[in-house]
């Protein structure tokens, strides 16, 4: 599986930016993809995931309210739509995928088995 993010930059407080993750080379039983940050000198949080055959979708109680993950069929592309961002929303944002099933839980890091290469978001104070 390959996955690409986009969208990342600099905004000011209270601004919005929309991340894409494109998902291609797909392998059989991947079935979820979520978005997760590293703030610097943090350990790499989950923030949001779908599922992308039922789009069910989760959430960290953080981001609840201002992002929203969803998912363009049939091109495999998801898409975080952060808003109302803060400093501390600051740190490279990470897409990630692999196979969820019923127990897991996409917002902690063990069940990833795909990473993209990251995408800045900066939001000064």
């Known amino acids: 599986v390959r996955l690409v993010e986009s969208g990342g930059g600099s905004v000011a407080a209270g601004g919005s930016l929309t991340l894409s993750c494109v998902a291609s080379?797909?392998?059989?039983?991947?079935?979820?993809i979520a978005w997760f940050r590293q703030a610097p000198r943090a350990v790499r949080v989950g923030l949001a995931a779908?599922?992308?055959?039922?789009?069910?979708?989760f959430y960290a109680d953080s981001v609840k309210g201002r992002f929203t993950i969803s998912q363009e069929k049939p091109k495999n592309i998801v898409i975080l739509q952060m808003n109302d961002l803060q400093p501390e929303d600051t740190g490279i944002y990470y897409c990630?995928?692999?196979?969820?099933?019923?127990?897991?839980?996409?917002?902690?890091?063990?069940?990833?088995?795909?990473w993209g290469q990251g995408t800045q978001v900066t939001v000064p104070s």
């Open positions: 779908i599922y992308m055959g039922g789009g069910t979708t």
């Open positions: 080379r797909l392998t059989l039983g991947f079935n979820a």
């Open positions: 990630a995928a692999g196979a969820g099933r019923p127990w897991t839980d996409l917002l902690e890091r063990q069940w990833v088995e795909y």
